[in-house]
T-cell receptor
Framework: SQTIHQWPATLVQPVGSPLSLECTVEGTSNPNLYWYRQAAGRGLQLLFYSVGIGQISSEVPQNLSASRPQDRQFILSSKKLLLSDSGFYLC?????????????FGPGTRLTVL | RKEVEQDPGPFNVPEGATVAFNCTYSNSASQSFFWYRQDCRKEPKLLMSVYSSGNEDGRFTAQLNRASQYISLLIRDSKLSDSATYLCVVNRNTGGFKTIFGAGTRLFVKA
């Protein structure tokens, strides 16, 4: 079965600072990978998804970007954080080639921008 | 209107009660359906898939009604540990494949 690792678990950053969150997946090859953000008390917002190395689709225009340098590595970045970037960031993975399967989530990174 | 809608609750029930959540989806091309559970400040975890014939896993029963475009989750004999947010999730493939998460229904089970 898949295991998704995310780090760091918590992060406090000043406004205007850069961001790099990393997600790695074990137990599967060529997964579909996803970045979500969840604001406090709210639902999941899909930010980016990737179906392969170097292939990134953006769902919401914003000051965040994503990259997939390796098959099982997905990175979320920002050059300058905004207060509104605070939230719970979740990486998810889904088996490729089986479109209707479920997604599995990593433990998340809780980001506070001050 | 959201593509997947859930009553946000909260549902406050005593231990041992039976509680039911409904979820409606608007896209008739939706193909697969799931219930996830999310504990406070944790990641969502798959609770169960939802099949057209209905399926049961212990105290949990999920049903799908394609004609009316809703899915349901029934929890029998509620435990304190069932307190969580329950997310309805729909996969569909129109205009590209997408997974849509509902905003969740909060459940509090009280002693």
């Amino acid at each position: 079965s898949q295991t998704i690792h995310q780090w760091p678990a918590t992060l406090v950053q000043p406004v205007g600072s850069p961001l790099s969150l990393e997600c790695t997946v074990e137990g599967t090859s060529n997964p579909n990978l996803y970045w979500y953000r969840q604001a406090a008390g709210r639902g999941l917002q899909l930010l980016f998804y990737s179906v392969g190395i170097g292939q990134i689709s953006s769902e919401v225009p914003q000051n965040l970007s994503a990259s997939r340098p390796q098959d099982r590595q997905f990175i979320l970045s920002s050059k300058k954080l905004l207060l509104s970037d605070s939230g719970f960031y979740l990486c998810a993975s889904k088996l490729a080639g089986v479109a209707y399967n479920e997604q599995f989530f990593g433990p998340g990174t809780r980001l506070t921008v001050l | 209107r959201k593509e997947v809608e859930q009553d946000p609750g909260p549902f406050n029930v005593p231990e041992g009660a039976t509680v039911a959540f409904n979820c409606t989806y608007s896209n008739s091309a939706s193909q697969s359906f799931f219930w996830y559970r999310q504990d406070c400040r944790k990641e969502p975890k798959l609770l169960m898939s939802v099949y057209s014939s209905g399926n049961e896993d212990g105290r949990f029963t999920a049903q799908l009604n394609r004609a009316s475009q809703y899915i349901s989750l029934l929890i029998r004999d509620s435990k304190l540990s069932d307190s969580a947010t329950y997310l309805c999730v729909v996969n569909r493939n129109t205009g590209g494949f997408k997974t849509i998460f509902g905003a969740g229904t909060r459940l509090f089970v009280k002693a």
